[in-house]
């Protein structure tokens, strides 16, 4: 029976810093359990650890970079501290103060999802997870209760409302993308210069195995009767706290998130003509122009005071409503000075209240926006339009040609404007600041801007709305809409009055 070979002493060249260095690797004899590794300089061979050639290869290697010691799982693997330093590193890089505001609110979602990913699967530190571990979680993450940071992880209680698929997968994405910002092989995602590329990630568990999938919420509208409902409320239960009122008004014109509206300032405010209009820099850095009513412009100027947010009356209005209505205790609740992000708040509570007290399905402030989204329509692309007639492409257009961006925003705002005011009853859009003397007046001009700006979908609808309202008008006269005379009278019979 022919002998088993035995393994000899391999050589090996490995390259630091330019130069290269052989690497002498003896194979396991008697007591020597496993490959060393002996290069010049050292003072005696070191054992890899490894059994296997390639293993101990592999393991030489670092070592010979790691003065001579082999690595631990704290040398190789990204630490939870590092990997947050990462993510920090990531959100840092906004200069803009809106864009570094934004930027904060981003990482306190992306590390509350990291604690939940370590809490829930007990992983330390979370980037040795794998798709099996990021799978595990999301499933977890499903029987959990909603309190679940104050029980976890004790015995889950039964009969108690649970996490919903949204919220994992809103976990789920934020997660996905903090590990491919420490993904060597992540492209321009990857977050350099912070920790060592040796220590980075090769890959990311997130894009390997088949996510839970989310619920569809159906949408939320507010009636007419609603809206007129919420302004009733405010007036009726919070006389004298006026921010209330304008800020349900300026959310149906504005169509603005809860943020966007809260931090309304005046120096915002764009007057060209008879038109006012507010500049408004919203997620993701989106701009836009959104139009109001005089009737409401009319009601904002009533409560501004020295500070330049537009509802910075705020705190004095609620100190006072809380000073006669006999709840002085409240008043040390109010802050000195006017917080956008304390007035969106209690904005919200203001309308879950509303929903309860007037046992209407619930709604908060974001469903003002929905219902005037739902309420405007988009029209015409002018930029698409004229670019085409110049024979350019529309950025090419907008980046060489031409140099009108708040023109534009302005065309877009009125647009949005015209839409939400036909869609919206008279009654609705009166209570919400608008003014016209001439209904049939006011919608002719409308149609000579809507046709002057070539947007057809909007003079279509106010052709037809002006003819509604015409003819409605013309009803009031009995039969074809001519007078009826009284015809010649001969003496003889009896003068019969009619009305007309």
């Not at 864009?99 to 999802?113: V, W, Y």
């Not at 405010?234 to 966007?260: D, Q």
């Not at 836009?288 to 020295?306: D, N, S």
Request: proline content about 4%.
């Amino acid at each position: 029976m022919p002998r088993k070979p035995k393994n000899k002493p391999k050589t090996v060249t490995v390259v630091v810093n330019g130069t290269p260095v052989d690497i002498t690797l003896h194979p396991p004899n008697g007591r020597q359990k496993t490959w060393y590794a002996y290069w010049k300089g050292l003072s005696n061979s070191k054992s890899t650890g490894q059994r296997n050639l390639q293993d101990a290869v592999a393991t030489a290697e670092n070592m010979l970079r790691n003065g001579g010691q082999r690595l631990t799982r704290d040398d190789t693997v990204l630490s939870h501290g590092e990997f947050e330093a990462i993510q920090r590193r990531h959100f840092s890089l906004r200069r803009s103060p809106e864009a570094m505001k934004r930027a904060n609110k981003s990482l306190k979602s992306c590390l509350e999802a990291i604690d939940a990913f370590r809490r829930i699967t007990g992983l330390d530190p979370v980037t040795i997870a794998t798709p099996d571990d990021c799978a595990r979680f999301q499933c977890e993450a499903l029987l959990l209760p909603k309190s679940w940071r104050l029980t976890y992880p004790r015995a889950r209680k039964t009969n108690v409302s649970t996490l919903s698929p949204n919220t994992v997968l809103k976990w789920s994405t934020a997660l996905a993308a903090a590990f491919e910002r420490a993904n060597i092989n992540a492209g321009k995602k990857c977050v350099r210069g912070v920790v060592d590329e040796s220590r980075l990630l090769t890959a990311n568990p997130w894009r390997q195995f088949r996510w839970i999938e989310g619920t569809q919420k159906p949408k939320r509208h507010l009636s007419d009767e609603e809206l007129l409902s919420i302004i009733d409320y405010f007036e009726n239960e919070w006389r004298g706290v006026s921010v209330a009122a304008a800020a349900a008004k300026t959310s149906i014109w504005a169509w603005a998130r809860l943020s966007e509206m809260a931090n309304l300032k005046w120096d915002d405010l764009r007057v060209v003509g008879c038109e006012s209009h507010f500049q408004i820099v919203g997620k993701w850095g989106v701009e836009k122009w959104a139009r109001l009513p005089e009737g409401l412009m009319e009601e904002l100027r009533t409560i501004r005071v020295q500070n330049p947010f537009v509802f910075a009356a705020y705190n004095d209005q609620l100190r006072d409503f809380f000073r006669r209505t006999e709840q002085a205790r409240f008043t040390r609740l109010v802050g000195d000075e006017f917080s956008a992000t304390a007035f969106a708040g209690w904005f919200h509570e203001r309308m879950a209240d509303w929903s309860r007290e007037t046992s209407h399905p619930a709604a908060t402030p974001h469903t003002f926006r929905k219902t005037a989204l739902q309420h405007a329509r988009r029209g015409e692309d002018l930029n698409r339009q004229v670019a085409q007639d110049a024979k350019l492409s529309e950025s090419v257009m907008m980046a060489h040609y031409v140099s009108v961006r708040d023109e534009e925003l302005r065309q877009s705002s009125n647009r949005t404007y015209q839409r939400i005011l036909l869609s919206l009853s008279l009654e609705v859009a009166t209570r919400y600041g608008y003014r016209s003397d001439n209904e049939v007046a006011d919608l002719e001009r409308r149609l000579a801007a809507a046709t002057g700006a070539k947007d057809w979908a909007m003079v279509q609808e106010l052709a037809v709305e002006l003819t509604r309202r015409t003819d409605r008008a013309n009803c009031s006269v009995k039969g074809n809409g001519k007078p009826k005379t009284t015809p010649p009278h001969s003496g003889d019979e009896p003068i019969v009055s009619e009305n007309i």
